[in-house]
């Protein structure tokens, strides 16, 4: 008896300290990079996109926008229903800009959509 509850109980917690994995939810995830970030780039002296912090704006075909803010590091993640959308980096008319993207959702699987601004620097 006591064998058997012992099974029973370390069964118990074996299954208590399994994880399902991530969710399977449907959406988006990426990167808002912002650039140029210099007024004249020249060889040797890089000038890299810099994250870039704001509101990123999804709308269905219905014109229904699902809207998140990225981090500090430009990273952001949506959940969405499958279906159509317009992805953008949401600015106040520009510059910046940002630059819409179209996409597809499927159900279960998150896809990445990096973005991008332009700073407007020439």
Do not use: K
Request: charged residues 15%.
């Amino acid at each position: 008896m006591r064998r058997t509850l012992a099974t029973a109980l370390l069964l118990a917690l074996i299954a208590c300290g399994r994880t399902s994995g991530p969710a399977s939810t449907s959406g988006i995830f990426g990167t808002v990079t912002a650039g140029p970030t210099c007024p004249v780039e020249r060889v040797g002296s890089p000038c890299p996109p810099a994250p870039w912090v704001g509101t990123v704006r999804a709308t269905d075909d219905a014109g229904h926008p699902t809207e998140t803010t990225t981090d500090e590091n430009g990273d952001y993640t949506l959940t969405l229903e499958p279906g159509s959308y317009e992805v953008v980096a949401v600015t106040d008319g520009g510059p910046p800009t940002g630059q819409p993207v179209a996409i597809d959702v499927q159900a279960g699987h998150p896809i990445r959509v990096d973005l991008t601004v332009d700073t407007g620097i020439r």
